[in-house]
């Protein structure tokens, strides 16, 4: 029996990227059938970019540090290398070509790839030329992602999945679904499996 898990993320948000490296590893296990919503969580942030230290300015550096030492930790315990982002950068673009990816059966591939670019390689995902390099790197025709892109059509579909999370209440990322069940935050890999095989059981009793 597959399970249905959507996932409410951001590519710029280092918690979504454990959370979704996390599910990746489980997917197999349980044979996830995973939907991925992107919900950009600033858009008020420039494409161009914006040093770091300019976000939250009231955090020192010292508190700063403690918080990216914690979510290195967790990301090796995921497997994955994470480095602090230098540049902080909007991800509208790179969210719209995600749907793009979704639609052609690349979107797991695409995803994984925007997040290593920003968290492990330091590259400005809100550089749409980048984002074609990216989607071009997972087999997507860079023309049609262009075309695409141009449209604007991944820009309402954005909105709605805006929409659809402030109905179901969701105010952060990541967030997941599990039915109809919510969770906030990336858990471990261990916390993740004990609620995927608490759901199980619990659907086994009701069927």
């Known amino acids: 029996m597959s399970l249905k898990i959507e ?20 997917k ?11 919900f950009q969580i600033h858009p008020e942030w420039p494409a ?19 918080l990216w ?11 994955i290398t ?19 990816a979704a639609e052609k059966g690349l979107g797991e591939a695409f995803e994984e790839r925007v997040y290593r670019a920003y968290f492990t390689e330091g590259l400005n995902i809100g ?4 984002i074609g390099e990216l989607a071009t790197e997972v087999g997507l025709d860079r023309g049609e992602l262009d075309a695409a ?12 999945h805006a929409m659809i999370a402030h109905n179901r209440n969701v105010d952060g990322v990541p967030t997941f679904f599990v039915g109809e069940y ?16 608490r759901y199980v059981s619990r659907l086994a009793t009701t069927a």
Not at 32 to 38: E, H, K, N, S, V
Not at 149 to 160: E, G, Q
């Open 149 to 160: 892109l141009d449209s604007k059509r991944y820009a309402m579909r954005l909105k709605n």
């Open 7 to 26: 996932m409410f993320s951001d590519f710029i948000c280092p918690f979504c990227y454990i959370g979704f490296a996390t599910i990746r590893k489980l």
């Open 182 to 197: 919510p969770l906030v935050g990336a858990q471990s890999e261990e916390t993740m499996r004990h609620i995927l095989q």
């Open 69 to 79: 030492t914690r979510i290195t930790a967790m990301g090796e315990a995921a497997g």
């Open 82 to 100: 994470m480095r602090p982002p230098a540049l902080l950068t909007n991800s509208q673009a790179a969210l719209e070509a995600a749907e793009f």
């Open 48 to 66: 161009e970019g914006m040093p770091a230290s300019e976000f939250r300015r009231e955090m020192s550096p010292e508190v700063r540090n403690a």
């Open 127 to 130: 550089q749409r030329g980048l």
């Open 28 to 38: 197999p296990e349980f044979d996830l059938q995973i939907a991925w919503r992107g």
